[in-house]
């Protein structure tokens, strides 16, 4: 089956330290993207690429990291720099990156710092 | 600039009532316009979408919504509820303008009372 798939699904952190969210799709998309997702603030851009090998910053993008080195994947480094990183994070992806494009999500990583 | 609003944080509805949820946007160019529905602790899922033509359109589980372009509105409808329907519903606009970003509302919540 195609689709997108997020590793893992629960994830813990202690303060102070750096943690990769994975995120892999076989849809055979250009465009992959991230979101955080917070109670009653919808989803915020964290990070998209709409090709291998380069990717701009969304609304958020302070004290995370992502590269594209492979079109089927997307991970997000979430750094000691961010500040409160215990959220609902989300990858998406979709065929080109268009506004008219639909995205594909995957199920989520939920994140929490201790 | 550009906004998305979901006036309902919260909407609760009998099984087998009517439901319409509210979603209005600011955009300088021709939107596009989706609705997405999000299962508790899951990834995002298409309901329907709105580019051009036809302003009222169907989407996948019974739901419709309908484009008012005087209104700057975008209302999701559907006439009877399902207890399966409760989740969170967000609405997203995208335009040619903002060529690279689809914006998210904050999203509202449906309780379905059996």
């Known amino acids: 089956d195609g689709g997108i798939t997020q590793s893992p699904k629960y994830l813990f952190r202690k303060e102070g330290q750096n943690v990769t969210l994975s995120c892999e799709q076989n849809?055979?998309?250009?465009?992959m993207y991230w979101y955080r997702q917070d109670p009653g603030q919808g989803l915020r851009l964290i990070y998209y690429?709409?090709?291998?090998?380069?990717?701009q910053k969304g609304d958020i993008a302070e004290g995370y990291s992502v590269s594209r080195e492979k079109k089927e994947s997307f991970p997000l480094t979430v750094t000691s720099a961010q500040k409160n990183p215990t959220a609902f994070y989300l990858c998406?992806?979709?065929?080109?990156?268009?506004?008219?494009?639909?995205?594909?999500f995957g199920p989520g990583t939920r994140l929490t710092v201790l | 600039a550009q906004s998305v609003t979901q006036p309902d944080i919260h909407i609760t509805v009998s099984e087998g009532a009517s439901l319409e949820l509210r979603c209005n946007y600011s955009?300088?160019?021709?939107?596009?316009l989706f609705w997405y529905v999000q299962s508790p602790g899951q990834g995002l899922q298409l309901l329907l979408k709105?580019?051009?033509?036809?302003?009222l359109v169907q989407g996948i589980k019974g739901f419709e919504a309908e484009f008012k372009r005087s209104q700057s509105s975008f209302n999701l409808r559907k006439p009877s509820v399902h207890w399966s329907d409760a989740a969170e519903y967000f609405c997203?606009?995208?335009?040619?303008?903002?060529?690279?970003?689809?914006?998210f509302g904050p999203g509202t919540s449906l309780s379905v009372i059996p």
């Open positions: 998406a992806s979709s065929i080109a990156g268009g506004p008219r494009d639909t995205q594909y």
């Open positions: 709105y580019f051009s033509g036809d302003t």
């Open positions: 690429s709409q090709i291998v090998n380069d990717f």
């Open positions: 955009y300088g160019a021709t939107p596009y």
């Open positions: 849809l055979n998309h250009d465009a």
């Open positions: 997203a606009v995208g335009s040619e303008t903002s060529y690279d970003k689809v914006i």
